[in-house]
Every structure is written in structure tokens, then in C-alpha cells.
């Protein structure tokens, strides 16, 4: 995507001097500018990951060893993953890479003064701290909302929850939901209407396809999950029945909500961090990325069969066999879209000229480790198979191959590659490559011996575990590694094991989080300063964010680029 | 799958003490699906072990060994001068097609499995299932023995409820149920309040509780032994203590069984089925492993 920017770049540069900045509470508070907004969501994007990342610790600690340790009962360890899912999935993912990303890059890459409603953008953001303040406090209100993300009833109705933390939980879901599809209307209405000059579609560069596509998901998937979980609501205190089978609802319909919404969701997590893995492949590789309709249509296609397979997250619930035989095919069928963008990745990298600078180093992670995760999916999309497995810790495994192993890969992969231009500061490579083995060793360990517990059986969301009581001196963080595990693994029966190994890889992993805390203060306070293109890039692999100033002026594109 | 056990062993070797080999529970070092104890299971093991796990080792390790590939030998060093190739239209019909039959190669065995699973198309009895918060209640419809629960023995009385430090935490019931080998068991499972999951991973079964619904699933019990399961959707402050826990007797064993729960001795008793399965012994079945020993009970 080479562009003709002479005219624009020397344009703002003389306004270096007069940016036209409001005072800091206007600009931060009732900002408008999509760069400003986009900051916003990113540090709110780690904050809310800082305390997801809390409860995983928790969870962690408390599954080292069998029995109760931290949790004071079932109820608090159900609060804790419930907070920890829900958090993740629509306070840290969401926000960081479409909020976030997405708010940055997207003007900036089409050529763009801003998003096409500065407000309404405003406002996306703002909803949604109400929305995690809700959600924090439905923790602390009566027995907090320990339903799991997914919020089945009769659990979330008043039969399971009678106290308003599950209430809550719904409004802050709803305002998460507003402030998403709001977002979404401004993404789609800023890519078709306000590229630059020469910009077809088919010129787009593969992150705004990425968003795109995500938008579209995001307006088709959130209004039906606000439609179920409104529903709820009224089940719990309005007396009507929808999920309530003595009044003549069905539990069962809340699922088939729920997943026609959650199952797109997950390619909403996921699609922006294709996106940003192309770009970062592409310039390390110094080559273009390969096969990019193919790229940008297998993008369409995984967001379509997205919105088709929803049951596979239901085999169990007692669906018609010929229902699932269908759902088995249809989400075999992702694989060939998602294999698709795999080995156009890896097309992209032959032959190049590569540099393994951080943000490359977490894309290949999130290539290699993205594969894992997605074989794995393979094995739970039949309906036969899942029926071992459904709802145990392979499940478990899966999902944080994708998301926490991808989409958080993505992320930090993000977050190297455009700190410089975001901040006009580089960030200490030695510390990003440390954070980046640091957290791969962590990860893997935290989640490959999950795969284990799971064919063994060992259910999802439990707090405690069967498996002998360790003597007294075997006990707890402390204890000596080795005698420990000798004894884990001499015993009869047990999930022990794997459950210490996997809470081992679960401290290093925390740990990992300090590395990356302290080289974003680097950056921010002694990071070099950096230039337009501190990457490089080659002319094919140079996107418009790269020919305007790092950090780039608070108005930019002043005169439209055109775009060859 | 093969390599699976021979690095299970090599875990194995590494302690101490090998611990003897218990059917129908999870095991610390096992890498893979617990042992079979239905042709239910064994299709599903066959299925995971010898196509799928074939297929997912080899697609993860095509991958990891292309990226290796691509890090030698493109690295910057290796090769300073980029090459300017987009596009390679046969390629990418092979890398879309492939995948394609590979995926047909899953779903045709994997369709068969399904059905089979599904339902028993003439069962030879039938146990009924009903989830509460928070335990299991049965009944035996066809042996007129009524509903009765199975909640979970706490720590504190595992040792003395079950002798000889032989108790499972958190996977034994006070009330177990007992199911006869080799015939073809009909299992419908409801639920009084909350969603639960009914689950015995040794079966190969997993059927979800929904209040309002009775849902069908079925098991062949190959063998005699101890099978246990927990359950398997999240129903509260107390989703971790409903364990499962199954005598799988000969046919002759489980109609004593049978009589033993519907006379007063049995029903004079505070856990009837606990009652009937010690008065027969059925933990003997515990430990039964070799095919000579479960051809000499059958």
C-alpha cells in the first residue's frame, strides 16, 4: 500500500507547534480524537487484564494443591471465574484490540482525519467503565454472580442467584454490548465512507479488513446476547418464563442465544489479531503478504461460518443427532479458512528477509501456538468425541490455546510493533524478548498439561479436585519441587499432577506480566525516540501509519493522501 | 495411542513406586483417555487415539517444522535479499483442497461414531437420573426399585465409610449404583432445579440434566470394575462434590443386588445400596484387570 503523501507529511509537520490540544480534562475526558480515545482503551485494556489476571492467580494457587486453600467455598471460586472470563473476554481482548487498535490504526491506515463519529466513539469508551465497575461490584453484592461467563439458567435465575449481583452482571453486559455495537456502526461507517482516494476495498490493508469483518459480527451477534440476557432479566424479576420450564420456557433457549452471540464473539477476539499478525509478518519478512485476497476472503469466510455452528458449544444438551451431525460438519469446516491464513503466513515468511524483533517473535508464537489450539478444535468439532471431552479441561486448554495464547500473543504483538508510533518512544528490546520467552515457557506449561487432565476427565470449573491429600510437608508453594511431584505421580488415582504443573506455569506466567509492566514504564519514560518508519518498511509493506510522524500529530491527514 | 503409554511409562518410571492399576478413575500420569469400559468408550478411544491424534500431532508438527525451516534459512542473514512472490495460485488450491479430504477423512468415522453413540436402539433396561443441588437421585424402573440418592461421602468420613484407605476423594457416593455387564442400558437423565451433567468418563457418556427435559443416552458395560464420574455442568457453590460412582457387576451379582435393596434387611439400612453392594463384596471388582480374571467371573 504504497501512498503519495508528500503533501500531507510536509503539511504536518508545520503543525507540529499548534496542535490545537484541549487542556487535559477535555482531551482525556470528553476526548474526541480517535488516537486519544484509542489510548484510553488500551490502558484500560491492562488495567481490567491486571485483574482478570489477578482471579487466574487466584484460581491457580487454589488448583495447586487438592483441597481448599484460598477459596472459602465453591460459591467464591464460581465468583472467580465468572469475574475472570467475563473480564477477559469483554474488558481486555475487546477493548485492546478494536477499542484500542482498532481506533488508532484504522483512520490512520485508510487514509482518514478521524472516525467517522468522534463522538459516538467517545461514548463507546466511556460506557464501558460503568460496565466493569458494575461488574467488579456484582462480585461484592451478596453471594457475587458464580455462574460462569455463560450465564445458563436456571443457575443465573433467582433459583441459583436469588441476590442482585447476577443483575449486575446483566447491566454490565448490556452496557459492554451498547458500547460495542456503537463502536462497531462507527468502524463500518469510517472503512466504507472515508478511505482515501484510490483505496478500493481490495487495496485495504489486511487489519481494517480484519475490522471490518469484525464489525459486522460485532453489529449481527452482541444485539442477540442483549436480547437473551434481557430475557433473563425479566425472568428474575418480572416473572415472565422464558427460561423457566414450569412456566412453560426451556432452559435450553438461553444456550442457543447465548452461542448464536458467543460463538461469533470468539472470532470478534480473534479476527483483529489476524489482522495484526499479516502486518507484522509482512514487514519483518520484508516481503508482502502472501496471497492477500486470499487472506482478506478467508477473513469473510471464517466471520460467516461463525454465525453457523453455534451448537457445538451444546452437543451434550440433548440435541437431535441429525442436528449434530450438521453443527460437527459446519465447524469442521472453519479449518479450511483458518488453514488457509496459517500457511499464507508462513508463505508470507518463505523467502523473506526476516528480522526477529519482538513483535515478530510473539506473530510466530501466535502462528505456532494458534495452530495448536485450533487442532485441538478440531478434535471437539465431533459431536462423538466432545462427548468425552465436553465441559472437561481439554475445553479448558482449547480455548486458552486461541484466545490466551492467541489473541493475547496478538495483542503484545501489537503493542511492540506500534508502542513507537503510538508513544514516539521505542521500547528495550532485550526486556520485550525476555517478556515474550518468558511468557511462551509460562503459557505452555500453564496449559498443555490441561489437555491431559481433560481426557482424563477432570471437569471444568470445579474448586477442588479428586486426588489424595499431600502429607503435610508436600504441601503448599514451598514445598520441594521434586519429592512432590514423585509423590504426585506414585499415587492411585488423582488429578494432582498436571494441576501443580499447570499452576507452576501459572507463576511464571504472572511473573511475566511484571517484565512487560516494567518495559512499558521504559518505553514510556526513557524509551528512543523514534522516527515516521523506525520498522523499515519496504514500499509494499509500508502502510499509511508509517508516513506520518511517530507520535503522529494530533490531526493528521490534513489533505487526503491518494493511494496508488 | 502408542507413544502416548510408552511416555506415560517413562513418567512411571521416573517415581518411586508404581501404583497398581485401578479401572474407571483418573490416573496422576496418564497423557490420555481414561481406559475403555463399554464399546462405547473403546469406538471413542479408537477414534481420538488412532485417527485424531494422528492427524493434530502431524498438522502441529508440519507447521512447527515449516516455521523452523523458514527461521534458518530466511533469517536476515541467510537471505538479505527478500524474494517478491504474492501469489502461487496451485498452491494455494493445494493447501485449500488438502485440507479439504483430511477433513472428510475425519468426518466419515466420526458421523458413524455419532450415531452409535446416540441411542441404543433396543435396550434391555433402563436407570433413570435425576440431578439436584447437589447429588444424583436413581431409580431402576424395570426392578421397581425407587428413587433413591447418592450424595458424596465428605473427607472426614472417607476413611472409615471405606475401609483400607481404598476411598476416592470426592468421587465416592454414600449410595453408589450398581449396573449389570454386558447388556445394553437405556440411562435418561433429568434434572430438579439447576442444570447438571451426568457423567462416567470409563462409559464414554456425558448427558446434560436440564429441568423440563428427559434426555436419552445409553452404555454397554464391557467389563466388572468401579467406574466413577462427576458432574460435568456448573450448578453452584457445590458443582465439585456430586461425583458419580458405579459397581459394573455380572448379570446373576446385580439381581442379588437387586433382591438385596428390595428386602427389609437392605431397606432397614441407612444407605441400602452401600448396604447390598458391601454385603456382596462388589469392591472385589475393584481390581479385576487381566481378561483371565474377567473371563473367569463371566
Request: charged share 15%; proline share 6%; aromatic share 14%.
Amino acid at each position: 500500500m504504497s501512498a503519495d503523501t508528500t503533501a500531507d507529511h510536509t503539511d504536518d509537520k508545520g503543525h507540529d507547534h499548534d496542535d490545537h490540544k484541549p487542556g487535559f480534562f477535555v482531551r482525556w475526558f470528553c476526548s474526541t480524537n480517535h488516537k486519544d480515545i484509542g489510548t484510553l482503551y488500551i490502558i484500560f485494556s491492562i488495567l481490567a487484564a491486571l485483574v482478570g489476571g489477578y482471579f487466574s492467580m487466584l484460581m491457580r494457587a487454589e488448583l495447586a494443591d487438592p483441597g481448599l486453600q484460598i477459596a472459602a467455598d465453591g460459591q467464591e471460586w464460581n465468583v472467580w471465574i465468572t469475574a475472570h472470563g467475563l473480564i477477559m473476554v469483554f474488558f481486555v481482548v475487546m477493548p485492546g484490540l478494536i477499542g484500542g487498535f482498532g481506533n488508532w490504526f484504522v483512520p490512520l491506515m485508510i487514509g482518514a482525519p478521524d472516525m467517522a463519529f468522534p463522538r459516538l466513539n467517545n461514548i463507546s469508551f466511556w460506557l464501558l467503565v460503568p460496565a466493569f465497575l458494575l461488574l467488579c461490584a456484582s462480585a461484592f453484592v451478596g453471594t457475587g454472580a458464580g455462574t460462569g461467563w455463560t450465564i445458563y439458567p436456571p443457575l443465573s435465575d433467582t433459583l441459583g442467584h436469588p441476590g442482585m449481583s447476577v443483575d449486575m452482571a446483566i447491566f454490565a453486559l448490556h452496557l459492554a454490548g451498547a458500547s460495542s455495537i456503537l463502536g462497531a456502526a462507527n468502524f463500518i461507517t469510517t472503512i466504507f465512507n472515508m478511505r482515501a482516494p484510490g483505496m478500493t476495498l481490495h487495496k485495504m490493508p489486511l487489519f481494517v479488513w480484519a475490522m471490518l469483518v469484525t464489525a459486522f459480527l460485532l453489529v449481527l451477534a452482541v444485539p442477540v446476547l442483549g436480547g437473551a440476557i434481557t430475557m433473563l432479566l425479566t425472568d428474575r424479576n418480572f416473572g415472565t418464563s422464558f427460561f423457566r420450564p414450569e412456566g412453560g420456557g426451556d432452559p435450553i433457549l438461553f444456550q442457543h442465544l447465548f452461542w448464536f452471540f458467543g460463538h461469533p464473539e470468539v472470532y470478534i477476539m480473534i479476527l483483529p489479531a489476524f489482522g495484526i499478525v499479516s502486518h507484522i509478518v509482512a514487514t519483518f519478512s520484508k516481503k508482502p503478504v502472501f496471497g492477500y485476497l486470499g487472506m482478506a476472503y478467508a477473513m469473510v469466510a471464517i466471520g460467516f461460518v461463525g454465525f453457523i455452528v453455534w451448537a457445538h458449544h451444546m452437543y451434550t444438551v440433548g440435541l437431535d443427532v441429525n442436528t449434530k451431525a450438521y453443527f460437527t460438519a459446519a465447524t469442521l469446516i472453519i479449518a479450511v479458512p483458518t488453514g488457509i491464513k496459517i500457511f499464507s503466513w508462513i508463505a508470507t515468511m518463505w523467502g523473506g528477509s526476516i528480522r526477529f524483533t519482538t513483535p515478530m517473535l510473539w506473530a510466530i508464537g501466535f502462528i505456532f501456538l494458534f495452530t495448536v489450539g485450533g487442532v485441538t478444535g478440531v478434535v471437539l468439532a465431533n459431536a462423538g468425541m466432545d462427548t468425552s471431552l465436553h465441559d472437561t479441561y481439554y475445553v479448558v486448554a482449547h480455548f486458552h490455546y486461541v484466545l490466551s495464547l492467541g489473541a493475547v500473543f496478538a495483542l503484545f504483538a501489537g503493542f511492540y510493533y506500534w508502542i513507537g508510533k503510538m508513544s514516539g518512544r521505542q521500547y528495550p528490546e532485550f526486556l520485550g524478548k525476555l517478556h515474550f520467552w518468558v511468557t511462551f515457557i509460562g503459557v505452555n506449561l500453564l496449559f498443555f498439561p490441561q489437555h491431559f487432565l481433560g481426557l482424563q476427565g477432570m471437569p471444568r470449573r470445579y474448586v477442588d479436585y479428586p486426588a489424595p491429600i499431600p502429607p503435610e510437608h508436600l504441601q503448599g508453594w514451598f514445598a520441594d519441587p521434586i519429592e512432590k511431584i514423585q509423590w504426585m505421580a506414585a499415587q492411585e488415582y488423582g488429578y494432582h499432577l498436571y494441576n501443580y504443573i499447570s499452576s507452576m506455569g501459572g507463576a511464571i506466567t504472572g511473573f511475566s506480566v511484571v517484565i512487560f509492566l516494567v518495559a512499558v514504564f521504559w518505553t514510556l519514560f526513557a524509551g528512543k525516540r523514534v522516527g515516521d518508519d523506525y520498522w523499515d518498511n519496504i514500499p509494499a509493506t509500508k502502510t499509511l501509519e508509517w508516513h506520518v510522524s511517530s507520535p503522529p500529530p494530533f490531526h493528521q491527514f490534513d489533505i487526503q493522501p491518494a493511494v496508488k | 495411542m502408542k507413544y502416548l503409554h510408552l511416555l506415560s511409562l517413562n513418567l512411571l518410571a521416573l517415581v518411586t513406586l508404581a501404583a497398581p492399576a485401578l479401572a474407571g478413575e483418573p490416573k496422576p500420569t496418564s497423557l490420555g483417555l481414561q481406559e475403555a469400559a463399554s464399546p462405547n468408550k473403546a469406538r471413542l478411544v479408537e477414534f481420538h487415539d488412532d485417527l485424531l491424534m494422528w492427524i493434530i500431532t502431524a498438522i502441529s508438527l508440519f507447521v512447527l517444522i515449516l516455521l523452523v525451516i523458514v527461521a534458518l534459512r530466511f533469517n536476515e542473514k541467510a537471505n538479505p535479499e527478500p524474494s517478491t512472490t504474492t501469489h502461487n495460485v496451485p498452491l494455494e488450491i493445494v493447501w485449500t483442497v488438502i485440507p479439504i479430504i483430511i477433513l472428510i477423512i475425519i468426518a466419515v468415522p466420526s458421523f458413524k461414531l455419532l450415531y452409535y453413540l446416540d441411542r441404543a436402539p433396543n435396550p434391555e433396561m433402563t436407570l433413570k437420573v435425576s440431578g439436584y443441588q447437589w447429588g444424583w437421585t436413581y431409580s431402576y424402573p424395570d426392578q421397581e426399585i425407587e428413587d433413591y440418592n447418592a450424595d458424596y461421602v465428605t473427607d472426614e468420613e472417607l476413611a472409615d465409610f471405606i475401609p483400607d484407605g481404598q476411598g476416592r476423594r470426592l468421587l465416592e457416593t454414600y449410595n453408589p449404583i450398581v449396573l449389570p455387564t454386558g447388556k445394553d442400558i437405556q440411562i435418561l437423565v433429568t434434572a430438579s432445579d439447576v442444570l447438571h451433567s451426568w457423567t462416567v468418563p470409563a462409559f464414554g457418556v456425558k448427558k446434560d440434566a436440564v429441568p423440563g427435559r428427559l434426555n436419552e443416552t445409553w452404555v454397554h458395560i464391557s467389563k466388572p470394575g468401579k467406574y466413577f464420574g462427576q458432574c460435568s455442568e456448573i450448578c453452584g457453590i457445590r458443582h465439585a462434590y456430586m461425583p458419580i460412582s458405579v459397581y459394573g457387576v455380572p448379570e446373576d451379582e446385580f439381581n442379588q443386588w437387586v433382591e438385596c435393596m428390595k428386602s427389609d434387611e437392605g431397606q432397614d439400612t441407612d444407605y441400602p445400596a452401600r448396604f447390598c453392594v458391601q454385603k456382596f463384596d462388589f469392591d472385589r471388582y475393584r481390581t479385576i484387570e487381566s481378561e483371565e480374571e474377567i473371563a473367569s467371573i463371566e
